[in-house]
């Protein structure tokens, strides 16, 4: 009989339970690699619809495929054993209807998530009772929403004025009557993002919003510096693995030029002296 612990994923209703208890930590991942190194630290990976600008230099999250993220959630679920795995439904999977809402979600479930994420405000709210009420967790995003960077005019922060902050704070309030289980807040000014997590029972998830949410959420690369030199102002760089890993292919080339690489205990069938 083994004695080893079996190892179990934070479930959905441990995140409604951190309210008010501890903070939330979350991050992005979209391989193996990264999922297996970011799972012994957070309690939720997002393979976000940002999978498209960060895996495959898109110039925004428009034009992933729900069979994308779906086979980057799969792997993402290889490659974990603790944190819960929240998948984004990306730009033209759900908004059509609520059946097709349903099989995007499902199809994603399929591939090993434990819920799945949307953007927009009020007008989703039906859509996140459907799928809530048949057993698919939902996690609402509002606030500056990627998925409308052609309604909103770029990437701009968010209820900056009295009528914006009072529509997202309505937003909010609608998606968690509907179920949501959380709410990310996207680059919203700090004091809107204080004011809805004091409002709301449900977790908020900030990025760009205020140290009061009830957690936070990154993306990997970005926090990592291997997004290139554009840093948005609400990452903090903890390291500069894109100096690192240069300097280590460098002295790769350096050595396979100068015939100091490979050497005898890299090879086959030598003898070592």
Known sequence: MSTHAEVKRMTVPQLLACKGQRKIVALTAYSVPTARVVDDYVDFILIGDSTAMVAYGLPNTLSISLEQIGHHTAAVVRGTKRACIVADLPFGSYQE???QAFRSAGYLLSQGADAVKLEGGEIMAETVEYLVSRGIPVLAHVGLMPQYVNTMGGYL???????SAARILADALALEKAGAFGVVLEGVAEALGAEITSKLSIPTIGIGASPSCDGQILVTDDMLGLSGNRVPKF???YADLDTIMRNAVQQYADEVRGGKFP????????KRT
């Not at 050497?263 to 030598?270: L, P, S």
């Open 263 to 270: 050497e005898a205990q890299h090879c086959f069938g030598v």
């Open 97 to 99: 209807s609520l059946g």
């Open 157 to 163: 922060a968010q209820g900056k004025t009295p009528d």
């Open 235 to 237: 990452v903090k760089r």
